[in-house]
C-alpha cells in the first residue's frame, strides 16, 4: 500500500531525489494544472477590472467591482486549497470581511468591498500567474517527456516558485489580521466562561440562601401564627429560624468569596494567596515578590488560576508539599505552581487545566504545563501586567471625601469668623 506523504512541522518537503516520489507527482500535477486554472482566473480578473472601472462613472461599476473583488477572494480560496493538497503549503485563511452592526448597509459594504486588501492581492495574484503559468506548463511538460532525469529537481524548484507567491499574496494580510482572529475566538471563550459564572452563581443562590430563606419565611410565619397559643413553640421556631439566617449568611458569605474575595480587594495577592494556602490539604509556601499591584482584572484571574491549582493539587496529586511563586518580568505577571506528586497531569485529563489555558489565552496569557510521570509537577502561567488605575468607585469616593473635607473646613472657618465678630 503507498503511504501519501507527509508534511514537516516547516511545511517544506523532503529533499528532492532522483527517483520520482508522491511529492514529485503531485508537484507535476500542479504545475501542469497550472495554465487552464490560470487562464480563467486572468480572463475573469481582466473582465471584472475592465467592466468595474469602465462603467466606475455610472450607477453600477462600482457595486460591479465590489461583487468582483469577492469573486476574486474565493479566486485565492481556491487557490489556497490548491497549494495546501498538492504542494504541502500552511497558510491561514484571512479573517471574513464583516461589518458590524452599526456598519451595516450598502455604502458601509461597498466602501469595505473596494478597499478589502485581501480582494486586491487577490487580483494582482490572478495577473502575475499568467505568464508564470505559461513558463512552469512548458517546462514541466518538456521535463516530462525529455528530461525524466531532472523531473523531480525542475519540479521542485518551480513548485518552491509557486510556494513563494501563495505565501506572498495569498496569505493574511499581516499579523494584525491573524491577530484579530486569535482575539474573535478569544472573545468566544470570555464569554461562554461569563455565562457558565453566571449560570453558576443563579444555581448556588437557588439552591442554597434562597431556599432557606423560603424555609425562614415560612418558618416565622408559623412562629408568629402560634405566638399567642403557644409561646414556648414560638420561641423554639425563632430560634431555629436565627439558625437558618445564619447559615444563609454564611452561603451568602462563601458566594461571595467565590466571585471576587474580599482579601484579594483588600490586601492584594500575597494575603489572598496565603489564604488559599491555608485551606489546601497539602502544605504550601507562597512567595510573591511584585512592585505593586495589577491590574483588578488580572488580579483576579492570577488568584483564581492559583486557586484551582492548590485544588488540583489537593485531589490528585498526593503530594507532601507544593510552592507558589508569583513575580513581575517586564511587562508580564509570572505564576508558578509546584508540587512533588506523582505527575501525569495532562490538559485533557479532566482536571480543568484546558480550561485555565482558555482563560489565560482569552487575556493574551499563555498556560505551560510540565508533569512527567513520578512527578514533580510544575505550572507555569503568563499574564500581560497593567498597572492598576483608580476605579470609578474609588474616584467618587475620593471627591465625596474632598467634598465632607471642604464643608469641615468652611465650619470651621465660619466658627471662627463668629468668634472675632463677638470679640
Not at 110 to 119: A, E, M, R
Not at 147 to 170: E, F, K, Q
Not at 194 to 204: M, N
Request: proline residues 6%; charged residues 25%; glycine residues 8%.
Amino acid at each position: 500500500m503507498t503511504m501519501s506523504p507527509t508534511v514537516p512541522d516547516n511545511d517544506r518537503p523532503p529533499p528532492a531525489r532522483l527517483i520520482p516520489d508522491p511529492w514529485t507527482w503531485k508537484e507535476t500535477g500542479h504545475l501542469l494544472a497550472n495554465l487552464p486554472l490560470t487562464i480563467v482566473w486572468f480572463v475573469y480578473t481582466v473582465f471584472m477590472i475592465g467592466v468595474g472601472v469602465a462603467l466606475a462613472v455610472t450607477v453600477i461599476g462600482l457595486p460591479l467591482l465590489a461583487v468582483g473583488l469577492h469573486g476574486a477572494r474565493l479566486i485565492g480560496k481556491a487557490e489556497r486549497g490548491r497549494a495546501r493538497a498538492m504542494l504541502g503549503v500552511s497558510v491561514d485563511e484571512p479573517s471574513p470581511m464583516e461589518l458590524s452592526r452599526r456598519d451595516k448597509g450598502f455604502f458601509a459594504w461597498l466602501w469595505s468591498s473596494l478597499k478589502d486588501p485581501v480582494g486586491w492581492r487577490a487580483v494582482l495574484y490572478s495577473f502575475v500567474r499568467l505568464p508564470w503559468g505559461v513558463l512552469t506548463f512548458a517546462v514541466t511538460l518538456v521535463s516530462f517527456l525529455v528530461l525524466w532525469p531532472l523531473l523531480p529537481h525542475i519540479t521542485r524548484l518551480l513548485s518552491n516558485g509557486d510556494r513563494a507567491m501563495v505565501r506572498a499574496l495569498l496569505s493574511p494580510s499581516d499579523e494584525l489580521e491573524r491577530r484579530i482572529a486569535e482575539l474573535e475566538s478569544d472573545r468566544g471563550v470570555v464569554v461562554d466562561t461569563a455565562a457558565a459564572d453566571l449560570r453558576r452563581i443563579e444555581r448556588d443562590l437557588h439552591d442554597g440562601a434562597q431556599a432557606r430563606l423560603v424555609a425562614l419565611a415560612m418558618g416565622l410565619g408559623l412562629a408568629k401564627e402560634k405566638l399567642t397559643d403557644d409561646p414556648e413553640a414560638a420561641a423554639r421556631m425563632v430560634d431555629e429560624a436565627h439558625g437558618e439566617v445564619k447559615v444563609a449568611l454564611q452561603e451568602l458569605r462563601d458566594l461571595a468569596r467565590g466571585i471576587h474575595p474580599a482579601v484579594l480587594t483588600d490586601r492584594g495577592l500575597d494575603a489572598a494567596l496565603s489564604a488559599i494556602a491555608s485551606r489546601c490539604t497539602v502544605p504550601v509556601t507562597v512567595g510573591v515578590d511584585l512592585p505593586g499591584r495589577p491590574a483588578e482584572a488580572i488580579e483576579g484571574i492570577a488568584y483564581f488560576t492559583v486557586s484551582e491549582l492548590l485544588q488540583n493539587v489537593s485531589k490528585h496529586s498526593a503530594a507532601r508539599s507544593a510552592s507558589v511563586e508569583v513575580w513581575r518580568s517586564g511587562d508580564r505577571l509570572l505564576l508558578q505552581v509546584t508540587d512533588d506528586g506523582r505527575g501525569g497531569a495532562r490538559m485533557d485529563g479532566g482536571t480543568g487545566m484546558a480550561g485555565l489555558a482558555e482563560r489565560l489565552g482569552a487575556v493574551d496569557g499563555l498556560f505551560v504545563l510540565d508533569s512527567p510521570v513520578g512527578g514533580p509537577t510544575t505550572v507555569t502561567a503568563e499574564l500581560p501586567w497593567r498597572d492598576r488605575e483608580r476605579t470609578h468607585a474609588q474616584t467618587h469616593a475620593q471627591k465625596r471625601e474632598q467634598t465632607r473635607e471642604q464643608k469641615r473646613e468652611q465650619k470651621r472657618e465660619q466658627r471662627r469668623e463668629r468668634t472675632r465678630v463677638r470679640e
